[in-house]
C-alpha cells in the first residue's frame, strides 16, 4: 500500500513539473513575443527628428520655435499637415500624431509653440500660434519631400481655434504668402470665428 501511494505521489509529481515547465515555456514565450511589439512601437514612436524655425507672432514674442518632423519613407514629394497643440502644451501624444499620420503618407511637423518661449501653459488664450502655423507652413513649402500646394492644418483644443484663426477669410492668412490647402479642428472653441474660410475646414 505504501509503494503505491510512493508510486501515485511519484506520478504526480512528475506530472506537476512536466505542467510547471509547459506553462513557464509558454509564459516565456508571451513576455518575449510583447517585449518585442513594445520595442517596435518604441522604434515607430520617435521616427522623426526635430527641426528649428523662427516663429511668427510680434516682434516682442519673437523666438526659435522647436518642432517634431516625421516624413515616410521615400524621395516623395508627399502632402503635408502642420500639427498644433492644446493649451496644455507640446507632449508625447503630438509626436504620437505626427507619427500617426506618418504612417499614413503623410509629413507631419509637430509645432512647440510654447517651450521656447518658457510658456508651461495658456489656457487663457495664445495668439501667436496661428503665425506660427504659418512659419511651420513655410518651413514645409521649402523642403523638396514636401508637396508645397498640398499642405493642410491640424489642431487640436487650443491649437483648433488657432486653425480656425489661419483658415479665416480676412484673417491672418493674409500676411502670408503661404496658404493651407485644408484644415482640421478638433474640439476648438468656436466664438468669435465667422466661419468663412479661404479653405476646407473640418471642426
Given amino acids: 500500500m505504501s509503494g503505491a ?3 501515485t505521489t511519484l ?3 512528475k506530472a506537476f513539473e512536466t505542467l510547471t515547465m509547459e506553462a513557464l515555456m509558454r509564459i516565456c514565450l508571451i513576455f518575449t513575443t510583447m ?5 517596435s512601437f518604441a522604434i515607430q514612436a520617435y521616427a522623426g ?8 507672432g510680434d516682434q516682442s ?4 520655435i522647436i518642432g517634431y518632423l516625421a516624413r515616410p519613407p ?5 502632402p503635408a499637415i502642420v500639427v ?3 493649451c496644455g502644451g507640446f507632449h508625447q501624444d503630438m509626436l504620437a500624431w505626427a507619427d500617426r499620420l506618418r504612417s499614413w503618407g503623410y509629413v507631419a511637423l509637430a509645432v512647440d509653440s510654447f517651450g521656447s518661449r518658457g510658456i508651461e501653459t495658456a489656457c487663457g488664450g495664445f495668439g501667436d500660434q496661428p503665425a506660427d502655423a504659418f512659419r511651420a507652413l513655410a518651413y514645409l513649402t521649402t523642403q523638396p519631400y514636401v508637396r508645397a500646394d498640398h499642405v493642410a492644418v491640424l489642431g487640436f483644443s487650443m491649437g483648433g481655434a488657432s486653425v480656425l484663426a489661419a483658415l479665416e477669410r480676412g484673417s491672418i492668412s493674409g500676411l502670408f504668402p503661404d496658404k493651407f490647402r485644408a484644415g482640421v479642428a478638433l474640439y ?3 466664438s468669435g470665428s465667422t466661419g468663412v474660410m479661404i479653405a476646407p475646414t473640418l471642426d
Fill in 11 to 13: 506520478y504526480y509529481s
Fill in 35 to 39: 517585449l518585442a511589439t513594445l520595442m
Fill in 188 to 190: 476648438p472653441p468656436c
Fill in 84 to 86: 498644433l497643440h492644446g
Fill in 49 to 56: 527628428k526635430f527641426v528649428g524655425f523662427e516663429s511668427g
Fill in 5 to 7: 501511494v510512493g508510486c
Fill in 61 to 64: 514674442n519673437q523666438a526659435r
Fill in 74 to 78: 521615400g524621395t516623395g514629394p508627399f
